[in-house]
């Protein structure tokens, strides 16, 4: 294989490559705004270290229908994300998914925010 197509095989590979704090939007289900609800989740979260694998989650009623949120370590344990970050990535997926929530990768965390019908 010449050093050309070689170049051009690395290239195409690096853009398939997820990047950081890519968001996979949710495509349908119930629509609704969140970012009131961001807070809680964001202040459980802050300065607590994660074991491997450790979920944090809640539950919160909005406006008719009811937001679950979810901090997840994909990483190892004693990792810890502060509530600043948080909130920028929860408000992110909030205004970035067309009301329809979704998951955001950010280093060694996975946060998911997702509008639901009925209350929790």
Do not use: W
Not at 12 to 29: E, W
Not at 42 to 66: D, P
Not at 100 to 114: K, P, S
């Amino acid at each position: 294989m010449n050093s050309y197509f070689k170049a051009i095989v690395a290239l195409a590979l690096v853009g398939l490559m997820p990047s950081a704090n890519a968001v996979g939007c949710f495509s349908g289900g119930q629509a609704g705004d969140c970012s009131g609800a961001i807070a809680q989740i964001c202040n459980m979260v802050n300065g607590v270290s994660f074991s491997a694998g450790q979920t944090i989650s809640t539950c919160v009623n909005e406006n008719g229908f009811r937001c679950n949120m979810a901090v997840t370590n994909t990483g190892g344990g004693g990792s810890q994300i502060g509530a600043q970050e948080c909130t920028d990535d929860m408000v992110a997926t909030n205004n970035g998914c067309n009301s329809h929530g979704g998951i955001r990768a950010d280093g060694n965390f996975q946060l998911t925010l997702d509008p639901n019908a009925g209350a929790c």
